[in-house]
């Protein structure tokens, strides 16, 4: 088999791969379709603890007969490609697993593309699904609602509310700004790699995780800094969609936003 292997693996690694893909192709012909890198290893950040994680892509008959298997050395993860090119909508069962096929590479590819092109689509959002995200399901509403609930808190003294509250924006927030880039919002682990790796237009490393770090210490500054940069993204979605729906959400907090802003 040609497998396509990135140049950061270990020998070890290496080894590991060439194995199971050879008892896959042992095992089901024709019917094994690909086989994809997931996890640290596959976006070149593993430590000595990792595992592999790779996804074994399956015609439906070939599924039928594979269930996961898991090691302290591999994990063995069958999906068939039928089901990789279903994409799960923002809040159902599937959607925390769209990032996992994000950055990841194709090893093994006997689809004519049909592989890559899943993967892509799993981790990028069509603009019906950015509206479903930052509207559908509030998520800047929400973002905006627990800002502003840390910034009263902070005028008012009270810290620790502050705190919380900051921190409980946050996974709001970074939906909102992965969601204006069209890209699902990695998970935590995998944040200050993507940022560097996969910068976002309006958000570099070097500015969005000082951000974080602040409003995880309830820094009411850093709040109103991110507003005024998520109020400055809004405007150039609205202005591309020649509409103004997240105008309409911020605009909706009336004198609230004389807190929010600096």
């Known amino acids: 088999m040609d497998l396509q292997l990135p ?19 042992t095992e089901h ?21 990792s595992d592999l994680d790779v996804y074994v892509v399956l015609s439906d008959d070939a599924a039928q007969r594979r269930s996961a298997t898991r090691s ?11 089901d ?3 994409v799960p909508a923002f809040g159902s069962g599937g959607w925390w697993f769209r990032w996992s096929f994000a950055w990841a590479p194709t090893l093994l590819d006997r689809t004519d593309g049909r592989i890559p092109a899943a993967l892509h689509r799993q981790a990028t959002l069509t603009p019906d699904e950015v509206e479903a995200v930052l509207m559908e399901h509030s998520r800047l509403d929400g973002w905006l609602n627990y800002v502003y609930r840390a910034l ?16 409980e924006s946050m996974p709001w927030l970074l939906d909102v700004i992965f969601a204006l880039a069209g890209r699902v919002r990695p998970y935590h682990k995998y944040l200050p790699w993507e940022l560097r790796e996969h910068p976002l237009p309006d958000w570099p490393a070097d500015v969005l995780l000082p951000l974080l770090q602040r409003t995880l210490d309830g820094d009411p500054a850093a709040l109103r800094e991110t507003f005024v940069r998520v109020e400055a ?3 150039a979605h609205d202005a591309a969609r020649g509409d103004q729906l997240t ?12 807190l929010m802003r600096p």
Request: proline letters at 1%; aromatic letters at 2%; charged letters at 35%.
């Open 72 to 82: 302290t050395t591999i994990d063995e993860l069958p999906v068939t490609l039928t």
């Open 29 to 49: 012909g024709d019917g094994l379709l690909g086989l994809v890198l997931s996890g640290s290893a596959g976006r070149g950040v593993a430590t000595d603890r």
């Open 84 to 86: 990789l090119e279903q």
């Open 247 to 258: 105008r309409e959400i911020i605009d909706g907090w009336g004198d609230g936003l004389l």
């Open 7 to 25: 140049d950061h693996l270990t020998d070890d690694h290496r080894r590991l791969i060439a194995d199971l893909a050879e008892r896959n192709d």
């Open 152 to 167: 009263k808190s902070d005028r008012d003294g009270r810290r620790l509310e502050c705190r919380l509250d900051a921190a």
């Open 233 to 235: 993204g809004c405007a």
